[in-house]
């Protein structure tokens, strides 16, 4: 049976049974690489997804539950978005493994809180682990992304 989803503002039909895990139905059958698969139990942040603007892990999440929302991967950044033109000024990736991830939190962070603190930034990012150890890095991209134009209307907002 065909399921219909919303992802990165593009209605899709997927034919997964509705317990696969989101991350497969995105990676397999839509196509999109950016979410990763880095733990399979929702504890690294690599696969993170935004539902709905929230930040979800989606090795855990499936897609039965995701009928209905607005799912938006780092593929709906589009590659000029703020975050990600800090993310380069701040050389923030090492091997890259999580960054999608990383960046899918950022954005719903800045989406409903556009001047995070440190505390902030901190909260938000929990349970994004960087095994390369790049947080610093990664706190000050995200407040020079705070300090920039917005990037033209995405699905991540």
């Known amino acids: 049976m065909a399921?219909?989803?919303?992802?990165?503002?593009?209605?899709?039909?997927?034919?997964a049974d509705p317990d696969t895990p989101l991350l497969w139905v995105l990676r397999d059958e839509v196509?999109?690489?950016g979410p990763k698969f880095g733990c399979?139990?929702?504890?690294?942040?690599a696969c993170t997804v935004l539902a709905d603007g929230s930040p979800v892990r989606s090795c855990s999440v499936p897609v039965s539950a995701a009928v209905g929302m607005k799912i938006a991967t780092v593929e709906s950044l589009g590659g000029s978005h703020p975050l990600q033109q800090a993310w380069v000024k701040h050389d923030v990736p090492q091997c890259g493994?999580?960054?999608?991830?990383?960046?899918?939190?950022?954005a719903a962070l800045l989406a409903h809180n556009?001047?995070?603190?440190?505390?902030?930034?901190?909260?938000?990012?929990d349970g994004n682990i960087c095994r390369c150890g790049t947080y610093q890095r990664i706190r000050?991209?995200?407040?020079?992304?705070?300090?920039?134009?917005a990037a033209p209307a995405s699905t991540a907002a």
């Open 97 to 106: 493994y999580c960054q999608s991830g990383q960046l899918m939190s950022a």
């Open 3 to 15: 399921t219909m989803l919303d992802v990165n503002g593009k209605q899709v039909s997927v034919n």
């Open 140 to 149: 000050a991209a995200i407040k020079d992304a705070a300090t920039m134009p």
């Open 114 to 125: 556009p001047h995070p603190s440190d505390a902030d930034i901190d909260a938000a990012m």
């Open 40 to 45: 399979g139990i929702a504890q690294c942040g």
């Open 31 to 33: 196509g999109l690489t």
